[in-house]
């Protein structure tokens, strides 16, 4: 029973940090039709980098492969593999890319750590103006058998020290961190800001850039994109 109500409030959120179905992010459908070299050459033109050749030919071939009742929006797909960065299974440890996009899984790798990488991929979209300093995370109020609980990040930024609250679903992401964050680069930083989307299942993805870009990359690409206030 606790654990129908803890993916219940799980769905919740992601709706909440999607703005819609979790099976489709695109408005209209349009961008399902381009090829994954269509979107390459889209994405870089909005300084989205990291799309090779082989990356493109994989990824074509695994959509082929699909069952044709399997929903897959191919910009989110090729977002998740420029943005999901580099893991080390065996140490338990996580580098970002610096490719202008940063994904995640909402049910965390490394769930110890889970806000301290969510800070340095966000860190990754712009070191220079999202240098994010001291990150220290606080676990304490855990409950790791239940999975219940309360959690803290804290972290320097703009010679201010700032802290966010998430509450612990088992190993799932709290959006209210990713929304208080956004508020905070919001007010502290210049005009841009973050904006999240989603491949419809469990990735969200992530962008630091002012509305303008947003506008015409959602125009582009047919992803909505959405900020969380």
Do not use: C
Request: aromatic fraction near 14%; charged fraction near 30%.
């Amino acid at each position: 029973m606790i654990m129908k109500r803890i993916l219940t409030l799980v769905v919740s959120a992601l709706l909440s940090l999607t703005g819609y179905s979790l099976k489709s992010n695109s408005l209209g459908g349009e961008a399902m039709q381009k090829t994954y070299k269509e979107l390459a050459e889209i994405f870089d033109k909005y300084d989205i980098k990291g799309t090779t050749d082989q990356m493109i030919d994989d990824l074509e071939q695994d959509y082929r492969a699909m069952p044709p009742e399997v929903e897959l929006n191919k910009a989110a797909t090729l977002l998740t593999v420029l943005g999901q960065g580099e893991y080390d299974y065996e140490n338990m440890t996580w580098t970002p890319y610096a490719n202008g996009v940063y994904t995640f899984d909402v049910e965390f790798f490394n769930v110890e750590k889970m806000y301290t990488d969510f800070l340095i991929g966000v860190s990754s979209l712009d070191e220079e103006e999202l240098d994010f300093k001291n990150i220290q995370e606080d676990t304490r109020q855990v409950n790791w058998e239940e999975g219940t609980g309360k959690r803290t990040v804290s972290f320097e930024w703009k010679h201010r020290q700032f802290t966010l609250e998430a509450e612990v679903y088992d190993d799932w992401f709290d959006v209210n961190v990713a929304n208080e964050l956004n508020k905070i680069i919001k007010g502290y930083g210049n005009e841009k800001q973050l904006f999240f989307t989603s491949d419809g299942y469990q990735e969200g993805i992530v962008f630091y850039r002012d509305k303008e870009w947003a506008e015409g990359f959602q125009l582009e690409t047919g992803l909505e994109l959405v900020e969380f206030n």
